[in-house]
């Protein structure tokens, strides 16, 4: 959407979806727990990382979900820390701005980006995700699966909606700044 180089002011604009990231994925969301282990997370934690994505290109998505990801882990463990996890945040905000990448459109519509974020959070979060636990702490599939499914539903359209009226704010501000 905006330039590949990336200036002062993107830079700092990137630190604060980091510090975001961290608000709303660590303290802001609602957790549900399946024994141990948390399985089903409502919340906007996603949504900075994937607006980076979108806004300034997949390698810049990415660096935001991984600081995000093991500077949240620092201040906020939720068990150990656990690099599949942040290979999962890191794709959260590679995959959407590959999709969207062949459109021209400077602000993608609502079904580019529900079909974007959608095919995004279905390989990290319910397919990697659900992976990872399944290898890791011995969780069948079977169970987190559904659960992960379920959040997802609930948050995909969610998310493409706060990142098309997002972007829709952040270019007329952007440009009007320049």
Do not use: C
């Amino acid at each position: 959407m905006f330039n590949e180089k990336i200036h002062t002011r993107e830079l700092v604009f990137l630190a604060s979806l980091i510090s975001l990231n961290i608000v709303l994925s660590r303290i802001a969301s609602i957790k549900i727990a399946i024994g141990s282990i948390e399985s089903i997370r409502i919340g906007f934690g996603a949504l900075p990382v994937i607006l980076s994505g979108i806004m300034f290109g997949p390698i810049a998505g990415g660096i935001v979900g991984s600081i995000g990801d093991i500077v949240g882990y620092y201040i906020n463990p939720l068990g150990p820390y656990m690099p599949h996890f942040t290979l999962t945040a890191a794709l959260t905000g590679i995959i959407p701005p590959l999709i969207l990448k062949p459109i021209k459109a400077p602000i993608p519509s609502l079904w580019q980006l529900l079909i974007a974020i959608g095919v995004g959070q279905f390989i990290s979060s319910v397919i990697l995700v659900s992976y990872f636990l399944q290898i890791l702490f011995k969780i069948p599939i079977v169970t987190t699966l559904p659960s992960k499914v379920i959040g997802e539903v609930i948050n995909v359209p969610i998310y493409a909606l706060f990142t098309q009226m997002l972007l829709k704010k952040i270019n007329m501000i952007y440009f009007k700044a320049r």
